[in-house]
């Protein structure tokens, strides 16, 4: 009974490869978030969706998309992995600004590696 | 735009001691949250404690509390009684809610270790 599920858990590719990392999560929730982890450990955030429309567009490079087809789903693609894109992923996921808490619920995170 | 400060990279503390880790944060705004996560070895993000501004009153979450000083614009998290398993790099973490969604923007992290 996983809350935010990521697939796959670790992911090992060639530059220039197109890949994608898939979310789900089962909690009811109407907000999903992805966040990369660089290599040193430093946390930002890349997307939000809401209700599957895309609410916040951080600075990343156009090779990244995010795609919604629910609200409980959402999948980030990858065109012309570069070295720089190795990170772990964090898929997220919240109720929307009618729930006070405002907690978010993090994926185990994806591990991407580009070689 | 907001900045989280973590200026301690490392710590350590021995087992059932008690240790604090620091966080400052820059904001304009009046209305926000604030939040520690942990993560261990396993990668895991998991919340330890929230602290909502318009609350004077400190969170408390079993071993974990916080010291929030909203004037210094400060949030400090102390660990008592230190367990092997608190083991993991810590995060302070600032929400806003905008009518846009809200993100966390995290600070840059402090590597606890607890020895036995």
């Not at chain 1, 060639?14 to 890949?19: F, I, P, R, V």
């Not at chain 2, 979450?61 to 949030?75: D, T």
Request: aromatic share 12%.
């Amino acid at each position: 009974d996983t809350a935010v599920s990521q697939t796959p858990k670790y992911l090992v590719t060639q530059m220039g490869n197109d890949k994608s990392i898939k979310c789900e999560q089962n909690l009811g929730h109407d907000t999903m978030y992805w966040y990369k982890q660089d290599s040193k450990k430093f946390l930002k955030i890349m997307f939000s969706y809401n209700n599957k429309e895309l609410i916040i567009n951080e600075t990343v490079p156009n090779r990244f998309s995010p795609k919604s087809p629910d609200k409980a789903h959402l999948n980030l693609h990858i065109n012309s992995l570069e070295l720089g894109d190795s990170a772990v992923y964090f898929c997220a996921s919240s109720l929307s600004v009618r729930d006070l808490t405002y907690e978010q619920y993090f994926g185990p995170g994806t591990r991407l590696t580009v070689t | 735009a907001q900045t989280v400060t973590q200026s301690q990279p490392e710590m350590s503390v021995q087992e059932a001691e008690t240790v604090t880790l620091s966080c400052t944060y820059d904001t304009s705004e009046s209305n926000y949250y604030l939040f520690w996560y942990k993560q261990p070895p396993s990668r895991q993000m998991i919340l330890v404690i929230r602290q909502e501004a318009y609350k004077q009153q400190n969170a408390t979450e079993n071993r974990f509390s916080v010291n929030f000083q909203k004037a210094a614009k400060s949030f400090s998290l102390k660990i008592s009684d230190s367990q092997l398993g608190d083991t993991a790099m810590y995060f302070c973490a600032f929400m806003i809610v905008e009518t846009s969604g809200s993100r966390l923007t995290f600070g840059e992290g402090t590597q606890l270790t607890v020895n036995p």
